[in-house]
Protein backbone atom coordinates (compact mmCIF):
# COMPACT_ATOMS: atom_id res chain seq x y z
CA UNK A 1 0.00 0.00 0.00
CA UNK A 2 1.35 3.58 -0.97
CA UNK A 3 0.14 7.21 -0.29
CA UNK A 4 0.98 9.87 -2.49
CA UNK A 5 0.67 13.28 -2.19
CA UNK A 6 0.35 16.18 -4.95
CA UNK A 7 -0.54 19.65 -5.08
CA UNK A 8 1.57 21.05 -2.83
CA UNK A 9 3.37 24.11 -3.90
CA UNK A 10 4.17 28.28 -3.26
CA UNK A 11 0.93 30.57 -2.53
CA UNK A 12 0.26 33.86 -1.41
CA UNK A 13 -1.18 34.91 1.62
CA UNK A 14 -4.90 34.56 0.91
CA UNK A 15 -4.46 32.55 -1.74
CA UNK A 16 -5.67 28.75 -2.42
CA UNK A 17 -4.15 25.18 -2.71
CA UNK A 18 -5.67 22.09 -3.61
CA UNK A 19 -3.51 19.03 -2.09
CA UNK A 20 -4.55 15.42 -3.37
CA UNK A 21 -3.85 12.21 -1.50
CA UNK A 22 -4.06 8.91 -3.69
CA UNK A 23 -3.73 5.68 -2.01
CA UNK A 24 -3.11 2.31 -4.04
CA UNK A 25 -1.44 -1.08 -4.04
CA UNK A 26 -3.32 -3.49 -2.17
CA UNK A 27 -6.51 -1.55 -1.12
CA UNK A 28 -9.72 -3.40 -0.12
CA UNK A 29 -10.98 -0.95 2.13
CA UNK A 30 -10.15 2.94 3.32
CA UNK A 31 -12.01 3.73 6.76
CA UNK A 32 -10.43 7.01 7.05
CA UNK A 33 -8.73 9.20 5.22
CA UNK A 34 -6.68 12.59 6.99
CA UNK A 35 -4.31 15.06 6.79
CA UNK A 36 -1.57 16.34 8.84
CA UNK A 37 1.21 18.94 8.78
CA UNK A 38 4.61 19.63 10.52
CA UNK A 39 6.06 23.01 10.72
CA UNK A 40 9.85 23.75 11.17
CA UNK A 41 10.83 23.21 14.35
CA UNK A 42 6.93 22.03 15.65
CA UNK A 43 5.53 18.80 16.03
CA UNK A 44 3.22 17.11 13.30
CA UNK A 45 -0.23 18.00 14.02
CA UNK A 46 -4.16 17.06 12.71
CA UNK A 47 -5.73 19.33 9.87
CA UNK A 48 -8.61 17.19 9.03
CA UNK A 49 -10.22 13.28 8.76
CA UNK A 50 -12.40 11.99 6.68
CA UNK A 51 -14.43 9.20 7.71
CA UNK A 52 -15.54 6.02 5.48
CA UNK A 53 -18.90 6.94 6.37
CA UNK A 54 -18.53 10.50 4.99
CA UNK A 55 -17.80 12.01 8.07
CA UNK A 56 -15.51 15.24 8.30
CA UNK A 57 -13.28 16.83 11.15
CA UNK A 58 -11.31 19.78 11.34
CA UNK A 59 -8.80 21.38 13.56
CA UNK A 60 -9.49 24.85 14.82
CA UNK A 61 -6.86 25.96 12.92
CA UNK A 62 -8.18 24.14 9.46
CA UNK A 63 -11.94 25.16 10.22
CA UNK A 64 -13.80 27.46 8.15
CA UNK A 65 -10.28 27.61 5.08
CA UNK A 66 -10.01 23.77 4.54
CA UNK A 67 -12.50 21.18 3.55
CA UNK A 68 -11.49 17.65 2.83
CA UNK A 69 -13.55 15.34 0.44
CA UNK A 70 -13.71 12.29 -1.32
CA UNK A 71 -12.30 12.45 -4.99
CA UNK A 72 -13.71 11.03 -7.86
CA UNK A 73 -10.94 8.60 -8.28
CA UNK A 74 -11.03 5.69 -6.39
CA UNK A 75 -9.19 5.82 -2.77
CA UNK A 76 -8.66 9.50 -3.17
CA UNK A 77 -8.97 12.57 -0.92
CA UNK A 78 -8.27 16.23 -1.48
CA UNK A 79 -7.69 19.24 0.77
CA UNK A 80 -8.69 22.37 -0.61
CA UNK A 81 -6.73 24.90 1.43
CA UNK A 82 -8.10 28.54 0.85
CA UNK A 83 -7.66 31.85 2.96
CA UNK A 84 -3.77 30.66 3.53
CA UNK A 85 -2.01 32.40 6.32
CA UNK A 86 1.85 31.91 6.42
CA UNK A 87 1.50 29.77 9.53
CA UNK A 88 0.37 27.27 7.25
CA UNK A 89 2.80 26.96 6.01
CA UNK A 90 4.38 23.41 6.35
CA UNK A 91 5.15 20.25 5.02
CA UNK A 92 1.27 18.76 4.96
CA UNK A 93 1.31 14.41 5.22
CA UNK A 94 -1.64 12.43 4.45
CA UNK A 95 -2.52 9.38 6.46
CA UNK A 96 -5.30 6.58 6.08
CA UNK A 97 -6.76 3.26 7.81
CA UNK A 98 -5.94 0.70 5.34
CA UNK A 99 -7.99 -3.06 4.95
CA UNK A 100 -5.98 -5.37 2.85
CA UNK A 101 -8.40 -7.79 2.56
CA UNK A 102 -11.78 -8.91 3.77
CA UNK A 103 -10.52 -10.62 6.86
CA UNK A 104 -7.11 -8.41 7.79
CA UNK A 105 -7.47 -5.60 10.58
CA UNK A 106 -6.85 -1.97 9.08
CA UNK A 107 -3.43 -0.24 8.99
CA UNK A 108 -2.26 2.97 9.13
CA UNK A 109 -0.01 4.04 5.98
CA UNK A 110 1.30 7.20 5.99
CA UNK A 111 2.71 9.00 2.82
CA UNK A 112 5.95 11.27 1.93
CA UNK A 113 4.54 14.57 2.17
CA UNK A 114 4.44 17.55 -0.03
CA UNK A 115 5.35 20.95 0.96
CA UNK A 116 3.28 23.76 1.44
CA UNK A 117 4.56 27.45 1.42
CA UNK A 118 2.35 30.59 1.98
CA UNK A 119 4.26 33.92 1.69
CA UNK A 120 2.77 37.05 2.98
Known amino acids: VQLEESGGGLAQAGGSLRLSCAAS????????MAWHRQAPGKQREWVATLREDGGVEYADSAKGRFTISRATAKNTVHLQMDSLKPEDTAVYYC???????????????WGQGTQVTVSS
Open 25 to 32: GSVYRVTV
Open 95 to 109: NADIARGPFVRASTY
